[in-house]
């Protein structure tokens, strides 16, 4: 069994936790534990509100967000037209520096990479696509 769904949201803010709860709940349909389910709510909120503050910088705009998830892999794929960015050429900050030697930001990249098992990027057709993925570690039950 596959649950599968496709958003396309407004580049507001806000908007990030209509795509947060769909997830959640399908997440919990194929038993992904919370620490799963919760690291990928945080690596898909951060990826989305970096193209609304960074990528587009203004409200009117459209993020689709794509995403399949199976019993054993949740993918989300984030697609944007802001300019061409990849997240994946951002090098790790520095964390050894105390937190007021460290320039403000860009940790956002930095956790993605931590709590996804997968992260890629492409440029196609004028758009930005990140796609994440987490893979299913815990023995919990699925639920039918």
Known sequence: METRFDLAIGSEVAMVRTVTQRLEEAM???????????????AVEEAITNVIVHGYGRPGETILVSSRIRSDRAEVCITDTAPRFDPLSVADPDTGEGIDDREI??????????????????????K??????KLKRS???VHS
Do not use: K, P
Not at 28 to 42: P, R, V, W, Y
Not at 128 to 133: D, E, F, G, P
């Open 28 to 42: 919990q349909l194929h038993g992904f534990s919370s620490e799963e389910t919760l690291d990928t709510q945080l």
């Open 105 to 126: 930001g860009g940790l956002g990249v930095f956790l993605i990479r931590r709590v996804m098992d997968e992260v890629s990027y492409r440029y196609e057709e004028g």
């Open 128 to 133: 930005n696509i990140l796609v994440l993925a």
């Open 139 to 141: 023995s919990s039950l």
